[in-house]
């Protein structure tokens, strides 16, 4: 569009032209996230859902250290407790300032899905259209806006999925041996381990990403990179594995591993 017809239109549409031509995409979704807890004014010291149970044990940890999550099919929340302990020490504890950690989070979620988006090499104009449909999502915005565990959980899978992939472009762009280098495959694997301490379903990223990265080599028959790349993929899955299998090691020696959260549990090995 010319200047001369920008200079033509109202002040506030040139400024959301301006907008749009300088802001990232996520940067334009999260707006729209802030318009919705605008509208939506959820700004009460009270909870939405049963995020309550998760506030409670978040408090508990706050004002005694200690880790008591009494609700027997609550997802693993040790993360996120830990995420929102020096807030709730520093502030007191406010189920308004557990969404408003909860939002920031959901905040860093589109920043992530806008650069997966990007390896993509997905059109900015389409990202902008994706990104602003996912904070427009009902059941998004709801889970944005309270305590639950989704955004916190899935903010670290898919921090480790950037990771990962930016460490794959870099490698390609390099024309490097390996497909993928040792320090992407050990941060993806941690980032993407981590978030089983707060929602289990969110490591399926990692094996995902795994999967990927191999199908990419098999089917481009690149033999060399693929062998080169195995060692730097099993130390990234050693990882990955290894802070699962502590969260096994703490939940049963607290006492946390309860029949009503292992059982579900075993349904993530069956598609």
């Known amino acids: 569009m010319s200047s001369e017809q920008m200079q033509g239109r109202p002040w506030w549409d040139r400024c959301g032209a301006w907008l749009l031509r300088a802001s990232s995409p996520w940067m334009i979704a999260a707006l729209v996230l802030v318009a919705i807890a605008t509208i939506a004014r959820t700004w009460g010291d009270f909870p939405l859902n049963d995020d309550w149970q998760y506030a409670r044990a978040a408090k508990i940890l706050a004002e005694t250290d200690s880790l008591v999550i009494d609700t027997p099919i609550a997802p693993s929340l040790i993360g996120q407790l830990f995420l929102a302990w020096p807030l709730l020490k520093i502030f007191g504890f406010s189920h308004l300032l557990l969404r408003l950690l909860t939002m920031a989070v959901a905040v860093f979620l589109l920043w992530a899905l806008d650069r997966i988006l990007a390896h993509a090499q997905i059109a900015r104009a389409t990202r902008i259209k994706a990104l602003v449909l996912v904070a427009l999502n009902p059941w998004f915005a709801n ?31 390099r024309q490097s041996p390996a497909a993928v280098s040792l320090w992407a495959a050990l941060l993806a694997g941690a980032l993407t381990g981590a978030s089983f301490w707060i929602r289990q379903f969110c490591v ?64 993530m090995l069956h598609f």
């Open 143 to 173: 889970l944005a806006l309270s305590f639950m565990t989704e955004c916190h959980g899935y903010a670290l899978a898919l921090a480790g999925a950037v990771v990962w992939l930016t460490g794959r472009r870099r490698n390609d762009l």
């Open 204 to 267: 399926v990223v990692y094996p995902a990403l795994l999967l990927a990265t191999l199908y990419r080599l098999v089917i481009d028959r690149s033999w060399s990179r693929l062998w080169r790349s195995l060692w730097r993929m099993a130390a990234g899955l050693a990882v990955f594995a290894g802070i699962i299998a502590a969260y096994f090691t703490w939940a049963r020696h607290a006492q946390q591993l309860k029949t009503p959260f292992s059982g579900p549990l075993g349904q």
